[in-house]
């Protein structure tokens, strides 16, 4: 069953008679009684009741009927989109919470210089991007440090601390603006997993346990645990931007960092990712 032969089906039925659509299709009689004595016999059903002046459908005519506008509709909207998308090229790029406001800076510049760009955004954790980007559902990413990735390439794109986060009014703080890791030996933490091991390392490293009563895969979940007063999060420095209730306090005797990458795969980039790449260099 060809996609032509559909064609010729609905013209003749739309026209009441072959004679009506070959004019139609600006073709002769023979061809398309020809196309629907084959339509019939690939389906094995009759397709017209015969001995009527005007074209009357069978049952199993009608179901073609319906069914082939369907598919006609489907055919045509899949020829637009692929010759839309070999017009226009989309940009697949994933962006962790905390650094939608720094890329999105840079799109603004990016769309600039590549109009005819479109941008496809995934917003997620460090590890839902990361299996996104390794999966290949997306050609580029942010992602935090801690991150251990497989046939990627990164560029360092910032650097920032981890600071101690907690509602103004928790008692350990007071007035501090700074406090040292053994004071948050007994205190319930607020990680996101990819921290997890991270800090566990450096509690060890300075001889010390930690008491981490909550662990949730986004850090925008850890920032609303500690805006309830759960406990003390560990978190970004550029996080307290998205929090009015969060107070941060530099831990000083801990050199606790975070990177914030951008990541693609080891092999033969799209054009549009080489020039994003490409045009990140000459900005920065």
Request: charge should be negative; glycine fraction near 4%; include cysteine.
């Amino acid at each position: 069953m060809e996609i032509r032969q559909l064609e010729y089906f609905r013209a003749i039925v739309d026209a009441g008679t072959i004679s009506g659509a070959a004019r139609e299709l600006h073709m002769t009689q023979p061809p398309l009684s020809y196309q629907m004595k084959m339509l019939e016999e690939e389906l094995q059903v009759p397709l017209f009741l015969r001995g009527t002046k005007k074209i009357t459908l069978t049952e199993a005519g009608k179901t073609l009927y319906e069914q082939a506008g369907k598919i006609l509709m489907l055919s045509d909207l899949t020829k637009r989109e692929v010759i839309q998308s070999g017009q226009t090229a989309t940009l697949h790029l994933g962006m962790t919470p905390s650094t939608v406001s720094m890329m999105s800076e840079y799109l603004v510049h990016f769309a600039r210089e590549y109009p005819g760009i479109h941008f496809d955004i995934h917003e997620g954790s460090t590890f839902t991007l990361k299996d996104q980007l390794e999966n290949r559902q997306i050609d580029l990413t942010t992602l935090r440090t801690p991150i251990v990735l497989n046939g990627c390439e990164t560029r360092c794109l910032a650097k920032e601390s981890l600071l101690a986060m907690a509602v103004p009014e928790y008692p350990l703080f007071g007035d501090h603006k700074s406090l040292r890791l053994e004071e948050l030996i007994d205190q319930p933490l607020i990680l996101s997993h990819r921290y997890r091991t991270y800090m566990l390392s450096a509690f060890e490293r300075a001889g010390l346990t930690c008491d981490i009563s909550c662990a949730c895969e986004d850090a925008r979940t850890a920032m609303t645990m500690a805006e309830r007063g759960l406990g003390i999060a560990i978190l970004p420095a550029s996080m307290l931007a998205l929090s009015d209730r969060l107070k941060a306090y530099e831990i000083h005797d801990a050199d606790l960092t975070t990177q914030i990458l951008l990541a693609w795969r080891k092999e033969r980039l799209p054009a549009e990712v080489e020039n994003f790449l490409n045009l990140w260099n000459e900005k920065k």
